[in-house]
């Protein structure tokens, strides 16, 4: 806490404790006091609007002391990540939480007004890539972002993709995710002119390699302004596009 | 030869061998006579337009003996693959041969007359696809086709692609070829209706780990009509394309 | 829809737009008009005798409506690839469908009659490659192609093969399905002069590493005139090997 | 060019051509009139500030020729990156060039006054990752954009990172640089709250497999905001920092 | 059948078939009458003393069928190799079947006498290899060999192996079986004077990678006389080891 | 046995039998005698403090046998690893055993007092490391040795790990044991000044690759005093961490 | 030595040493006196007829004084592996040394008569395999075979294997070299019947990734009697199959 | 500086800044003083008796620099590790250098008498590893450390190894370099009782790939007590045998 450090140089000033203690413990617990992550949290983030939750490998239990304890804090909107059904309906005989089956998220709150710079556009090669999609267009919202979902637009059937140019050229950052057709990263970097963030994703089968060859694929892709997440990671994905979407000056 | 197998049988006729006789000697050696191929060809092939030689690994004596002989024997078109500028200069002291350096093929006489069904389309996504795609070309041009080439076309600058939809959708065959961007395949196989070939290349760097990244974009393509052959197997596309583009009733 | 860009014209020439409108608009939306690929469909495919709907990952209430839609429209031939058993006794309640189990594939209508150039020949290495090779064959057979099966003729028992020299000769087309025996291409690319298409399956154990050993064989292939499909992929195999049984002048 | 399309429409309007012609034309050649990227540049892009010319793979000559074009078009700064030594000397000749040899980068004209909302921060994680890292910081600053190194500190020696918190935590946007030491990324995205773009190299031996330990390393990273671009790519690092740099709506 | 040809060959003795009609059916069907293999049975192989059926992948009903076959062709020792404990219990029902549970192989008959050059070792570096070990021995077993089995002398308890070296010493062939430990193919080599055959197994955890680790160390081993076989191919290597020990002057 | 070489000598000295035949018997039994191992012991090792079992492919009637004859044999602490929990349930039937369930460890006796040189310090990047880490942290302490626990102190969350410097600063030897953050490893590795045993563990998805990402990562860690053993090896770690923590002067 | 251990147990027979004494001396050095492989030697190998030299890593002099030291223990054949043609001819001003190029050979003596059961056949798919089968060839000619070379006998032209039917139905042992085409070991492993040893060669481009292709393709073969050595190993091959070839009961 | 923390104390007690003024500053330094490593030396080590200078990328002219620097500092022994010859001669006109070619490491002053807890033994498979087998020596000689070398111990010729028993059961510490035999590793760690740390090398060819199948093998050991370092890293691995055998209480 930042009450230790005062409390120590307090200490110091009194002459309660020597320069030389207070010298030895300041070496030790430098970080003891930063404070800007929590540990029950999602990998340790907060952005001002949403908590994230990750909800793989904690039980209903915990998911619902941990939104509980955040509710005290007054915490209004609450993201679970990677939350089973059957999770989420135990949490929910509780708590009021809404459930996104395809993209195993849950919500508690509402989706607050989108706060970002613009529009982030996630778009999906094929109907099996939604899931990753949804998980990360659901963050996205949470984190306080307005986001247009071009779900199917794999560059098999370019029209489809065509067809939606203005939500592209508008966009502030394109999400777009892609399984076998990892291409779709390439021929979105090439039309737009905003930052492309790819998802590789698990589906296919075969040479598909379990998202491998997609992932090659994005590493490579010729056009400026994209970069790659892990397979399957729309969570990373769509919080990447919110921080860049709330750019401002520090 | 055939003459052998007859020979047997009017011995096996006259009653110079006996049936038993006859009867193991056919068993060991039941292909001696099919005569399809030739040994110093390249891999075998010979389509009625021009013969094909592959260069590398021979020493230019061997090569130009084995035009000579082709000549002697009425062959009007011969192609020389993989074969290094200074081989060409010295096979080009004694035969009349036309060297394309960036294919690395020599040609002996004219390229024939275009007698395939319609268009060959070589595409590439980038300029340094160019010398596998002029093998590919040449040797499509060589065994008798129509070649429209594409050069540069890559799915990051798509409008490229698509100021050239006409030649994609009148092509007969198309090859596409492309190192980093092996997505050309798939949007080339979304846009035509027409068997395309792809041709992964080794170009580009890091993760393109020597055409693996393109090779497997290529076998991933969520596209119909693709298939694929070996990273910078220029001559093996337009050969495919060529047998492709004469199909006909047997 | 082609009425639109007409729409617009006809705006234009009437006064109704302006010719700045107008511009803007054709180079937001290039492609909505083209209409050549629906999004319900097997990868957006279409090829007059049937059509293809491409089972896995939908409801077999979603396969039913598609099917429905479809004969209203006066489809006369439907295929449902990747569809389970289930699925099949699902939909069938509905529709009058044939399930063929091994390919796991669905048949509303009947064969068209065949309309290709030649004869599609289906060969595999083993009888574990035969659930591949069907759904080659039946994806064949329901475009409108003649079709020979030559099943378990590996190359470990390469008398096998040669027994079928005849249909090996005769055929327009030949896909060669293997596992461990990638080998099969190489072979039959030799003996055939047609093209041929290539499919590593994922059967097999140890260091057939799920079909990788035998798609590195088929690339790898000396044979000219051979090609490589995605591991597994018998539906994509039949689909070019139609198209290229189906070539004739633009 | 935009005068195409609009030439067709006044052809529309007066009557020139019929409706009927004018679709098929738009039909056909969508995009021809495009005109947002230009075939000889860097990977077709353009932003405002700087031109930047991929010199791999073009001869002095060409790379002259594209620089006296740009500069009668008035284009004030230009950047040549993957140059040799040789081919800059050889361009320098006719052209007023400062070459950056670590980086094997040209420029034409001076870096623009930075216009970006923050500081771009470099960092790698040895001293061999440097040549990367300044082809990523000449290609930020080329761009308008105030950049900082921190150079040589990898997670080995923690302090060395630690001195330089400030510079971390005040950064719009961190590229971290590394090859056997993958892990500065996971390190310097939990300590940041910026986007960190990754850039793995290729740098180290053994099992580093020329980069690919870094990649999979950062790919996998745990901490939230991370992405990652090929191997080596420092000009695809800055051209994205840059383009996050300079967010505004639209 | 030979009788097929000998028919031919009468047939143009008496002058029933011309010389060209019979010269045309010898091409084309060359191999019909080898008969040196058999459809049914295991990779077609027959080597006197035993038949042998690859269960896997046949129902209970088709290996009873083809056992029965054989028995009535006075086959007297018949293994079933890969065959699930169901399986034999089944086909045990009509038939007089030993099951080696281990092993998966099922045995009709006794094993032969031993007519070897000298015995087999089977080696395995630990307890989990057994399975794969016993397929090597009954398949050795049924062949007609004198087996030595030697489980459980991984490297890294060199005592135990040291404790056994008479047996090295007098093999005619090894047969050197681990996971892990890919070693024991690489100490066994050096202290024996015999052909060793390696297999690869798929036991272990992490970097063994489902058998690979094994694999490329028994490949890359030092000693000379060692080959090897695919990963778990306990029959292939019992197979061979059989074939070597009965070599004899054709 | 010892008693055999002893018997030998004893025969040669009182002239039982030849110098010959002992030479023989000598060169072929060599280590007959050497008894450093058991064969039913894990891998074979035995360290004072405490007896270890292999608990996997062993039934529980195996290890309830195993356990009675060392408890005979006055073993007072016996560890037995990779023991599901039903069969530690059965074993606990007739054996006094106490199971720990995250780490699938049971224990017979009780923890040995420490021993060691220092203490030995195990530590992982996140919660789902913890089984493999309580492998480790409970076969050192069974080995005697006193084991400081940091879970959950990943890299992506640095403050945590330096809120431990006192720890890391006085351990012995630190086990790092992390998944996707192979990380970790490298950051501890340049803050102590003890060796640091790295377990890359097979927790994570996508580019994780089963422990391949962070076992790559390890081991190019530019830490020095750094190494790896297999992925998710809780008890060599453990154990190895335990031997150099009792290193004295032989 | 041998002299050694006598020595020993005539001490402990005169009792010049204790029993103790001897049995801690005998247990520590087992194996000192077993000379049964010689340091300088080819991975320590000798068989009768001819030693073999590995000559890579070793300078002329080196091979110079082991050929001399050699030749005064009356050797008559010695054979020099991976010897550079620079080496040779050093050598070959002090020794009587004929040199094999394409096999990186040298030959010090005369071939010996062939003392085998049967014939080696050396079977090449291709020309460019052919200094590995050089090596495998002389190799087993140095060893006392009767060696046949089936070479460029590849399966993309069945024809050219077929022709020699009874040179592969009348071998001992055949060795399958090959490198794009690893069918070669599959195709003539399912028409001999006597142990095939397959070596995959580097040969090769794209796809074939230095040999691998070639190696799985190899050890995936269906046919019986096939195992594998190392890729480009044909010692390893040569010396194997002079093995096997001279199989006889111990 | 520590003094830099002391003087912020001190003006906090003595009122020249406030105790907020403080508390930021400790926060965004933490580590500014803590000065346990150096920047210029290899990987930030120093271990009492010597430094080391990683001299791969650094000039002759740095090289030399920081060796004065450090003399006149006092220190009396350093290690330039991974120096070419080039550079070793350059420095040594000006420095008084020994340079070990097969290590290529340069040594200022004398190796320090051992100080270690007993000897550390470092044995190779082959000779081709005794370059990295060197490296490791010189440097535990240089750290203080009693070094035995068994080079050329190889698996595949057991009894050189086990002529070495003496040594291998009096070793404190092993360190086991191992090309193609990776096998050296687990075999060493079965005799031993004591730590062994495995170096795999790049030695090899064919399916060696580079060190990756020693790597694999050695990672995979079934010897307890076995740890891995990256492949050719012998100095990592002397650095950290040094360390276990310099283990003493804190």
Redesign the interface.
Known sequence: M?SD??KL??D??S?NIT??E??LK?????????D??K?DL????RQGVAEVIYGA?KTSEQITGIINAMLKNNQEVILVTRMSEDKALEVGKSVDLKYFKDARIGLVGDFPKPTG??KIVIAT????DIPVAEEAALTAQALGNDVVRLY?V???????L??H??DI??A?VIVAIAG????LA??I???A???V?AV?T?V??????E???????M???????????????GF??G??AS???H????
């Open positions: 930042n450090i005062k140089l307090q110091v000033k002459g320069i030389e207070a010298e300041l070496k030790m617990k430098p970080y003891e006091d930063m800007y992550a540990l999602h990998r340790g983030i490998g710079i613009g090669g094929g109907t099996s199917d794999g560059v098999a059937g370019l029209h489809r065509l067809d140019m203005e050229m508008s502030s076998m057709e990892g291409a390439s021929v970097g090439g039309l002119d905003c930052p963030i590789p698990s296919g089968y075969g040479a598909a390699f998202g491998l060859s997609a992932l090659l694929s590493l490579n892709s010729c056009a400026s302004g994209v970069s790659v997440v892990n397979i399957d990671n990373g994905a919080y990447l921080m860049i979407n750019m401002e000056a520090k």
